[in-house]
């Protein structure tokens, strides 16, 4: 797998992405469901060019919605929480 396929998208809009990120220096993404700590260390390092100090994983459950008249169940999908040395930093809105 190469390291954009690894790291799907960042969660940084949620209120707990922000305070993890303000007081823990860790930051939250979304990735690939078989890949491991080891590889989401090497793709963040390698695509946002820092150290990573720790890698914590989870799946989360997806959850039963409405669809019109009936119910479907929304996918499955994992969620990595990384954390960065100190005095790294991982900047998302860096070209706007």
């Known amino acids: 797998m190469e390291h954009h396929d690894i790291i799907k998208r960042p969660i940084y809009l949620t209120e707990k992405g922000s305070n993890l990120r303000e007081e823990n220096n860790q930051y939250l993404f979304e990735v690939h469901p078989k890949a491991n700590k080891i590889q989401i260390r090497n793709a963040v390092e390698a695509l946002f ?20 008249r009936g119910y479907a169940k929304t996918r499955n999908w994992k969620k990595a929480i990384v954390t960065l040395a100190d005095g790294d930093s991982i900047d998302f809105f860096e070209g706007a």
């Open 49 to 68: 060019k820092v150290s990573v100090k720790d890698v914590n994983t989870m799946i989360v459950r997806g959850h039963m919605r409405r669809m019109g």
